[in-house]
């Protein structure tokens, strides 16, 4: 059944906790979203407000209601200016540059935003609410510059953009198209949204951008975990490797599961267990033959990773809570995003890493002392015509410099904390850094699948016309090498490779080539 969006699925705000595909599917627009409608719900929301509107009537001091922001928490707030005093929040943390994220993460930060308040401890009307939700209804996305959160007290200047937009300030994308927010609004016929005397502090005092982008961080690292073990079975291929090296009885003695799981995988696409292929060598060099522990670190990670972000993915997080019910006004730090500080900083080494795995096994399969008698960079050139082609040279040294970058990308953000705000700000977290960090690593390293993924698949085809007989490739290999082949041919005479290598990028990105299920360990 597809819904009136034309999507196939539908992801309820507030009606339970959310994961990482959940977030995923409507970063990607693959599945429509809407607010719990149902009336406990709401009451408990209405509550929240209700009980803040008392505090107010009574005079009650309550953090960036009554009072300044920040250091500022001394300085009390006229009550004539309280209304006020939201609106002067977003606005002076409008100071954010830097590239612009992605529609896609814009998406998932009004998810991530959306989720937190949905909690119901937050103190915001149901209006705040319905109105994030009718804004990823009708995909008008705000647009919000990466730069400058220290990640706590939360992510608060590129929140301030999903703020303004709500107020009908600054700008947003509209069918793909950035116009002022308040064009859209006059357009639309809707009225900007009126903000509470708690409002601004919630939208903004949060986690929302840092666990937006380690959302989509987690999905692609999953799918490149899965697409570097589809590219070393096919480096094995190419290079002639020994399949026995990822035997069920030798990695029954080292009970990581991830680990085993890869090794499973391998097996299955070098169709292990037929007769060994004749080498010179009792033992492959450690690019193949410990593949399995280096990819293996990413897949026993990603159920921890997974903890630790969709633990904050469904908390309230920003300062000061409201309980409604019990009527507490609960001054913290939930603000604070180590936990996703710890989850990229370590995500990104563990990818890094992959792509370090990949450009060392690369620099083995161009080079004519070590790829076993196929031809020096993989050129598919014979003859006369082998003098002048240099085949994948060139994208050799490109892998070794995206993978050299990755590599440096991986020093600790959260080791960065600076003391800011007077000080009252003295411990942050960078999380939002370290995301961002991620997905930047992410990027290269995809970058670097792209090309390994090219040269192993004519790797493979050389390797066959010089092997008589050759076995039939296992089902995986043979579909993943025609799906490359669908975008690339293979290389005889040298060619610019850059549009077919941006092509599988955005393929690896899109995730679009199956790969492999959970399948039984060891």
């Known amino acids: 059944m597809t819904n009136e969006a034309g999507l196939h699925t539908t992801v309820t705000l507030g009606a339970g906790r959310l994961t990482i595909e959940d977030v995923w599917a409507l970063a990607h627009r693959r599945a429509a979203v809407r607010l719990n409608d149902d009336v406990d719900f709401q009451a408990r929301i209405a509550r929240g407000a209700a009980f803040l509107d008392r505090l107010l009537a009574e005079e009650g001091h309550i953090y960036g209601v009554t009072t300044g922001y920040g250091d500022s928490v001394t300085r009390r707030v006229p009550a004539a200016l309280v209304a006020e005093l939201p609106l002067h929040l977003t606005r002076f943390h409008g100071c954010g540059l830097g590239a612009d994220l992605s529609l896609e993460a814009s998406r998932a930060v009004l998810v991530a935003r959306l989720c937190s308040l949905a909690q119901g401890v937050s103190g915001v009307s149901l209006g705040l609410l319905q109105r994030l939700c009718w804004l990823l209804q009708q995909d008008l996305i705000p647009r919000i510059p990466e730069e400058g959160s220290v990640g706590a007290s939360g992510d608060l200047t590129p929140l301030s953009y999903v703020a303004a937009v709500l107020v009908g300030e600054r700008d947003l994308f509209r069918d793909g198209r950035l116009q002022p927010a308040a064009d859209v609004y006059r357009a639309l016929g809707i009225a900007p949204l009126v903000l509470r005397p708690k409002e601004g502090l919630a939208l903004m005092n949060g986690t929302a951008v840092m666990t937006a982008l380690s959302c989509l961080a987690y999905q692609r690292c999953a799918y490149l975990m899965q697409l570097t073990t589809r590219i070393t079975a096919l480096m094995c291929e190419a290079l002639a490797g020994n399949a026995f090296h990822f035997d069920a009885r030798l990695f029954a003695a080292k009970p990581h599961p991830g680990l ?246 955005t393929a690896i990105q899109q995730q679009v080539w199956p790969l492999y299920t959970e399948c039984e360990h060891g």
């Open 260 to 505: 085993q799981q890869v090794a499973a995988w391998l097996r299955a696409d070098l169709q292990a267990g037929a007769l060994p292929r004749h080498s010179d060598r009792l033992q492959d060099r450690y690019s193949l033959r410990c593949a399995p522990h280096v990819i293996g670190v990413v897949a026993d990670g990603l159920p921890w990773w997974r903890q630790l972000i969709e633990n904050e993915l469904n908390s309230a997080n920003d300062n000061p809570l409201i309980d409604g019910d019990e009527e507490h006004v609960m001054h913290g730090g939930h603000f604070y995003g180590g936990h996703i500080a710890m989850a990229m900083d370590s995500m990104k080494t563990a990818i890094a890493n992959l792509a370090d795995l990949l450009d060392r096994q690369l620099a083995l399969l161009v080079d004519s002392k070590f790829n076993k008698g196929l031809p020096g960079n993989l050129s598919g050139a014979t003859g006369e015509r082998s003098a002048i082609n240099h085949g994948f040279k060139a994208l050799q040294i490109a892998v070794s410099a995206w993978t050299a970058e990755a590599l440096k990308q991986t020093l600790p953000a959260s080791i960065f904390s600076r003391s800011t705000e007077c000080h009252n700000q003295d411990k942050v977290s960078m999380g939002t850094i370290a995301a961002r960090d991620c997905l930047r690593v992410l990027q290269l390293s995809e970058q670097v699948a792209a090309a390994c993924l090219l040269a192993a698949v004519q790797g493979v085809e050389l390797r066959r016309a010089i092997t008589t007989p050759a076995a039939p490739l296992a089902p995986g290999l043979q579909a993943h090498c025609a799906a490359v082949r669908r975008i690339s041919a293979p290389l005889i005479e040298d060619r610019p490779l850059e549009a077919e290598l941006r092509q599988l990028v």
